[in-house]
């Protein structure tokens, strides 16, 4: 009765290890398997068992039924790990599976020996043949395995409960009724000496309970869920290459992509004037030189992004070959086109508009530079020749190398030099029109225009330019009356303390004021001039720009005989 019992146990443990099998999972818990497999062959210890009619067969359906004492806890303890999310090194799995491995190996070593068991006494009950067996020395190995194996189980379970963890409780409620019904069962019978084990109806059902519930479980597996999802719905293709280019694998719509995967040997190389050989070995070749792991490429109607990556398989991380991901991006290319065409118009639009707003600007700055001009009888004149003269100062820098200025900072400068003498609106007419020397008093006052112009500017642009531009048209506006020795105004700036621009912006206002004729003056001549410019370099002026005055001496003058200078 109780053999006829074990043997459908037997049968029907094999028919779910047969309905797993044809679920063709593509990624399978290990543990999960193991345990499948592993009752089958321990339900069938038992079957042996209620059929031997000799104490050697008896001993050696022992050997298989142990596997339920050594393998099969070993293996539950550590599913209940990896189901609680808890990570194992390799090193503790295998010392753990090494012990359950070492105990088995006793068991089977001492099959023919009085050393695991002394005695083994085969009894006809009816129901089938039960065993009656004596321990031996070493039998005290395998509870002290069990007791430990007990303990750790008992402790993980109580560890998967506390802790707040993604997993399903449900799965791992159905987890611990079973270990703790099969612990318990194990116990009893061990401990009373029962004729017949129910074990094997627990595995079984355990067994029936997973293939069952094997769904549900991995439906809480985000990988398992992600890999199903593109075996069926995925719109990427993935190849794998070797190492040395031999095409190893690819998926089904990686052939869609490229339909030369079909013909293609696995372990060979792709032919390298084909589609296929193209992208592949131009991506790896990309990928080796560190020019890019990617590029866009079009298949067909498709417009496809074709990324190249290292893959390993291995435990040290070490690369085996290279996965290239094809994935189609015609729609969103299409969709980037339209931005892009959109986005160039719209950039266009704000050009024009920057461009009339800068234009205005300008216009408002040149206006009110104009209106302080007027007051002191120079009709605007000195606020365009020093913008131009400036212009002809900073290519001659450019040219020469001096301070290495960029065509940004350069453009900077002779925009911002209409606006050096803004604060001198500020100051009074008995002053700024006086036709004879300033006494110390009004020559006072009339310092105070540099900062009050700085501050003008500030005002003004602040807010409205780029920060570089309102910094520029500040240092030039505040520190262009300052000099190399430090005897200038407003804050006596020594050398290299006063900005470049306002050292440029010192050259072009000084050189037009002796030039130009004033209310106050005759012009000088341009040999006279150019005197006191160079002899200025170093005191009063940045002696690095001697060369470059020199160098455009004959340009400033041509200008200053042109109608435009004049």
């Known amino acids: 009765m109780i053999s006829v019992l074990y043997g459908i146990l037997l049968i029907l443990s094999v028919i779910i290890v047969v309905y797993m099998a044809q679920k063709n999972y593509d990624n399978v818990d290990i543990n999960y398997w193991t345990?499948?497999?592993?009752?089958?062959?321990?339900?069938?210890?038992?079957?042996?068992?209620?059929?031997?009619?000799t104490e050697e067969g008896a001993r050696l359906a022992f050997c298989i039924i142990y596997l339920d004492s050594t393998l099969l806890p070993t293996v539950l303890m550590f599913s209940v790990l990896h189901f609680a999310g808890v990570k194992v090194?390799?090193?503790?799995?295998?010392?753990v599976y090494g012990l359950a491995?070492?105990?088995?190996?006793?068991?089977?070593?001492?099959?023919?020996?009085?050393?695991?068991?002394?005695?083994?006494?085969?009894?006809?009950?009816?129901m089938g043949t039960a065993t009656k067996v004596t321990g031996g020395p070493l039998r005290i190995f395998h509870w002290i395995f069990m007791v430990v194996i007990i303990l750790y189980m008992i402790a993980i379970l109580m560890f998967a409960f506390i802790q707040k963890g993604n997993y399903s409780r449900r799965s791992l409620f159905v987890y611990s009724m079973g270990i703790g019904l099969g612990l318990f069962m194990y116990v009893?019978?061990?401990?009373?000496?029962?004729?017949?084990?129910?074990?094997?109806?627990?595995?079984?059902?355990?067994?029936?309970?997973?293939?069952i519930d094997y769904d549900h479980t991995r439906a809480h597996d985000i990988s398992s869920l992600i890999l199903e999802h593109q075996r069926y719905h995925g719109v990427r293709g993935f190849v794998a290459v070797d190492l040395d280019g031999n095409f190893l694998s690819c998926n089904e719509k990686a052939c869609d992509y490229l339909p030369g995967l079909k013909d293609q040997m696995v372990d060979a190389r792709f032919d390298e004037n084909s589609e296929e050989g193209s992208v592949i070995y131009d991506l790896i070749n990309g990928y080796r030189d560190n020019i890019g792991s990617s590029r866009v490429q079009t298949f067909g109607d498709m417009i496809c992004n074709c990324e190249v990556s290292e893959f390993s398989v291995r435990r040290d991380g070490r690369a085996q070959g290279y996965l290239f991901e094809i994935r189609d991006v015609t729609e969103e290319q299409k969709v980037i086109d339209v931005m892009r065409?959109?986005?160039?118009?719209?950039?266009?639009e704000v050009a024009k508009k920057t461009e009339n707003i800068i234009d205005m600007q300008q216009r408002i700055v040149l206006g009110l530079a104009n209106m302080v001009e007027n007051r002191d009888n120079n009709t605007g004149g000195h606020?365009?020749?020093?913008?131009?003269?400036?212009?002809?100062?900073?290519d001659e820098m450019e040219k020469q190398g001096v301070y290495h200025l960029d065509r940004q900072f350069a453009d900077d400068v002779v925009r911002a030099a209409p606006m050096h003498d803004l604060g001198k609106i500020t100051i009074e007419n008995s002053i700024l029109l006086k036709p004879s020397r300033l006494s110390p008093g009004e020559f006072d006052i009339m310092k105070t225009h540099a900062a009050k112009s700085g501050e003008f500017v500030d005002i003004i642009l602040r807010g409205v330019e780029e920060q570089h531009f309102v910094d520029t048209a500040y240092n030039i506006a505040r520190f262009h009356h300052e000099r190399w020795d430090g005897k200038g105004y407003p804050e006596g700036l020594v050398g290299e303390m006063i900005p470049v621009e306002a050292r440029i912006m010192s050259i072009a206002d000084v050189y037009d004021a002796l030039v130009s004729k004033r209310c106050y003056k005759e012009a000088l001549s341009f040999e006279k001039a150019a005197e006191i410019m160079a002899e200025g370099m170093g005191t009063q002026f940045d002696p690095n720009m001697l060369s470059v005055f020199l160098a455009c001496r004959?340009?400033?003058?041509?200008?200053?005989?042109?109608?435009?200078?004049?």
């Open 89 to 95: 090194k390799q090193w503790v799995k295998t010392a």
């Open 383 to 394: 606020v365009k020749r020093t913008s131009d003269i400036i212009k002809i100062i900073v």
């Open 341 to 348: 065409d959109y986005n160039d118009s719209l950039n266009t």
């Open 35 to 53: 345990i499948v497999l592993l009752i089958p062959v321990i339900v069938l210890g038992y079957w042996l068992k209620t059929r031997v009619t």
């Open 101 to 126: 491995y070492a105990h088995l190996l006793i068991v089977w070593l001492c099959v023919n020996n009085d050393l695991y068991y002394t005695s083994i006494k085969l009894v006809d009950t009816g």
């Open 188 to 211: 009893v019978e061990s401990a009373f000496d029962f004729n017949f084990s129910f074990l094997p109806v627990l595995y079984v059902a355990a067994d029936f309970i997973i293939a």
């Open 554 to 566: 004959n340009e400033l003058e041509k200008y200053y005989s042109s109608s435009a200078g004049a």
